[in-house]
């Protein structure tokens, strides 16, 4: 069979996009006039930040052979879009600058690769670059797969990219089939107002063809087809089928995101007992924020603006609740801080909303002096009491110049990690393998690394599973009422240090008001950190023109007086804006 499916896998900003131009533009996919950068990049977001975020299929025809392309994302959070676009292919170009050399998210994306089974045609890119070390490159792809062929290439200008086709055409299988009964992989899917949900599939077995009826395996939800086809930049194209190993979409009248599950299988609806394909990774989200809008009057647009970028984006997970402080809102899961960033940046620009966003926090499990075991993912909801609480551990892998190999070890023994491994991967580079608690890496551990490191450290993380920990939950309080928007869980041993910072934050932020205003945190009734914010005063004295002292005295006494009733009964209004500045949250 004259196909051949295959992804191109790398870290952010080796060329990815770059690569897939020159490929549409060699297999007169499009004409030169259509190639613009970044083709498959539609997004304004994922242009702007030179990252892919969502993944684009692409079919393009060179001599008698098909080649189905998977563009994927290489940002750490989301892997779990590369682990959907592996199943549906049998090759990977594993694309590494040649100024830069092999990075963190580089290796995670080769073991996913390796896991599948695929053969990996490795690729230096940017060779025209005059800082580029081809050879010192080159060995560290050999130090990781063995004596391979690399080839060499330079995406931006074209150099060595026809060569590159010809080694896909040779090297990567064409696609086997085991029976002639359907056998579908849905690897990803969108919404469409006027279509509904199109999953977007890999065929293994057999094909699909409008009028038949089809059954989701993990749904059991039957739907007739009523399109098929494949995907070109410039849109879909219909087609009568799609056989065996073809990549494309299927149009079914499916109306909710959720009945169209990444990693199900589509079979005929004839055969139901045809076994699933396995070995699909569920989506979990990796840390929990609430999500308020600045104007408690667009709850409603907020919803729907959630509701609509949740139909593409099967990751998002959210639950409505209520802010004393915020007004009503909704809990929400995400895979990591960018993937966040990447939401309240569609939210602004696509409905217009500004949002306010709640410290990150990750999800507990804790166990009950009732041993009523439960998990947790908002702070406020922490237990003071408690048998035990398990915090989130991953496993996190630095690739670094040995040279600053001393102060990242300080770093991450500071942060809590445990270290598990350190090896060498050429004369000047390590790569350090930690187990550390998620809460360490969700706040600025990344911007750390690559501070210390001047920019050259990569870094990439796996969930590894929960850890016991001495946690408590720390409350903070303003003109003594509880502020639950601003609770936080955190290592009893870093509590304090925590405190300090947030309330010297909001002491800063929170406006003078006409009395003394308290900013205090606590674990359970015991104050650990306190600021205060005098009050405004008002001269009272002004208008007295010499005289009786006394006269000036009894002014400052009723005015005392006044400020005491005050403090006793005003309310202190937390701004929005406050909320944006201590809980706010860069693009990790």
């Given at each position: 069979?004259?196909?051949?499916?295959?992804?191109?896998?790398?870290?952010?900003?080796?060329g990815?996009?770059t690569?897939?131009?020159?490929l549409?533009e060699?297999t007169?996919?499009?004409?030169e006039?259509?190639?613009?950068e970044?083709?498959?990049?539609?997004m304004?977001?994922e242009r702007?930040?030179?990252i892919?975020?969502?993944m684009?299929?692409v079919?393009?025809e060179y001599k008698d052979?098909?080649l189905n392309?998977?563009?994927?994302?290489?940002?750490?959070?989301?892997t779990y879009?590369?682990?959907?676009s592996l199943?549906?292919?049998?090759?990977a170009?594993l694309?590494i600058?040649?100024?830069?050399g092999?990075e963190a998210?580089?290796i995670?994306n080769?073991y996913?690769a390796?896991?599948?089974?695929l053969v990996?045609i490795?690729?230096?890119?940017?060779?025209?670059?005059p800082?580029?070390e081809i050879?010192?490159v080159?060995s560290q792809i050999?130090?990781?797969i063995g004596?391979?062929?690399?080839?060499r290439?330079s995406a931006?200008?074209?150099w060595g990219?026809?060569e590159?086709i010809?080694r896909?055409?040779n090297e990567v299988p064409?696609?086997?089939?085991?029976?002639?009964?359907?056998?579908?992989?849905?690897?990803?899917?969108?919404?469409?107002?006027y279509?509904g949900?199109i999953p977007?599939i890999?065929v293994?077995d057999?094909e699909i063809?409008?009028?038949?009826?089809?059954l989701?395996k993990?749904t059991s939800r039957e739907?007739?087809?009523?399109?098929?086809g494949y995907?070109h930049p410039?849109g879909?194209?219909k087609k009568?089928k799609?056989?065996?190993g073809?990549i494309g979409y299927?149009?079914?009248n499916?109306?909710?995101?959720r009945?169209a599950?990444?990693g199900?299988?589509?079979?005929?609806?004839r055969?139901?007992q045809?076994i699933?394909?396995?070995g699909?990774?569920e989506?979990?989200?990796?840390?929990?924020?609430?999500i308020?809008p600045?104007?408690?009057?667009?709850?409603e647009?907020?919803?729907k603006a959630?509701?609509k970028l949740?139909l593409?984006?099967?990751?998002?997970?959210y639950i409505?609740?209520?802010?004393p402080?915020?007004?009503?809102?909704?809990?929400?899961?995400?895979l990591g801080l960018l993937?966040?960033?990447i939401?309240?940046e569609?939210?602004?620009?696509?409905?217009?909303l500004d949002?306010?966003?709640?410290i990150?926090?990750?999800?507990y499990?804790?166990?009950?002096?009732?041993?009523?075991k439960v998990f947790?993912?908002n702070?406020k909801?922490?237990?003071d009491?408690?048998e035990?609480a398990?915090?989130?551990?991953v496993?996190l892998?630095?690739?670094?110049p040995?040279?600053y190999?001393g102060?990242?070890?300080t770093?991450?023994?500071?942060r809590?990690g445990i270290?598990?491994?350190?090896f060498?991967?050429?004369?000047?580079t390590?790569?350090?393998e930690y187990?550390i608690?998620?809460?360490?890496?969700?706040f600025?551990?990344f911007d750390?690394?690559k501070?210390?490191?001047?920019?050259?450290?990569?870094?990439?993380?796996?969930?590894?599973?929960?850890?016991?920990?001495d946690?408590v939950?720390?409350?903070?309080?303003v003109?003594n009422?509880?502020?639950?928007?601003?609770?936080f869980?955190?290592?009893r041993?870093?509590?304090?240090e925590?405190?300090?910072n947030?309330?010297?934050?909001?002491?800063s932020?929170?406006?003078?008001?006409?009395f003394e205003?308290?900013i205090?945190?606590?674990?359970?009734?015991?104050?650990?950190a306190s600021e205060?914010?005098?009050?405004l005063?008002?001269d009272?004295?002004?208008?007295?023109y010499?005289g009786d002292?006394?006269?000036?005295r009894?002014?400052?006494?009723?005015?005392?007086?006044?400020k005491k009733?005050m403090?006793?009964i005003?309310r202190?209004?937390?701004?929005s804006?406050v909320?944006l500045?201590v809980?706010?949250i860069?693009?990790?």
């Open positions: 069979m004259n196909i051949r499916n295959f992804c191109i896998i790398a870290h952010i900003d080796h990815k996009s690569l897939a131009d020159r549409l060699i007169k996919t499009l004409r006039d259509e190639i613009k970044q083709v498959l990049d539609s304004d977001l702007e930040k030179g892919t975020i969502k684009h299929p079919r393009m052979y098909i392309l998977i563009d994927t994302p290489g940002h750490v959070d989301f879009e590369v682990s959907r199943k549906a292919v049998e090759g170009i694309l600058d040649a100024t830069q092999i998210q580089t995670s080769l996913l390796l896991e599948n089974n990996i490795p690729v230096i890119n940017k060779i025209d670059l800082n580029a050879e010192r080159e050999r130090e990781l004596n391979v062929k690399v080839s290439i931006k200008y074209g990219v026809e590159l010809e896909i055409i064409s696609p086997k089939t085991n029976s002639d009964k359907l056998k579908a992989l849905i690897f990803d899917a969108i919404y469409d107002d279509l949900v977007y890999r293994f057999g063809r409008p009028k038949m009826k089809i989701f993990s739907y007739e087809v009523l399109e098929v995907f410039n879909r194209i009568d799609l056989s065996s073809e299927v149009v079914a499916i109306r909710e995101i009945e599950r990444v199900d299988t589509i079979v005929d609806a055969y139901p045809t699933a394909i396995e699909f990774r989506i979990k989200p990796m840390i929990y924020a609430g308020y600045i104007n408690p009057s667009e709850f647009e907020l919803r959630i509701e949740s593409n984006d099967a990751s998002l997970v409505p609740e209520n802010s402080a915020l007004g009503p809102g909704f809990r929400m899961g995400f993937h966040l960033e939401f309240k569609r939210i602004k620009r696509e409905y217009d949002i306010v966003i709640t990150p926090n990750v999800e499990e804790v166990i009950l002096t009732n041993e009523e947790i993912n702070p909801d922490f237990p009491y408690y035990k398990f915090e989130p551990y496993l892998k630095i690739i670094t040995s040279e190999l102060n990242l070890i770093l991450l023994q500071n809590r270290q598990r491994n350190l060498y991967l050429d004369s000047k390590v790569e350090m187990e608690p998620l809460y360490e890496v969700i600025d551990l750390k690394v501070s210390l490191s001047r920019g050259y450290a990569s870094m990439d993380y796996e969930f590894i599973g929960f850890k016991e920990g946690l939950r720390v409350d903070i309080y003109a009422e509880k502020v639950d928007a601003l609770s869980v955190v290592p041993i870093k509590a304090y925590v405190s300090k947030i309330v010297e934050k909001l002491r932020l929170i406006p003078r008001q006409l205003v308290k205090q945190a606590s674990i359970g009734k015991r104050v650990i205060r914010i005098p009050p005063r008002k009272v004295t002004a208008k007295c010499g002292i006394t006269r000036k009894k002014l400052l006494e009723r005015q005392k007086e006044g009733r403090k006793m005003g202190v209004e937390v701004p804006e909320f500045e809980m706010k860069e693009n990790k």
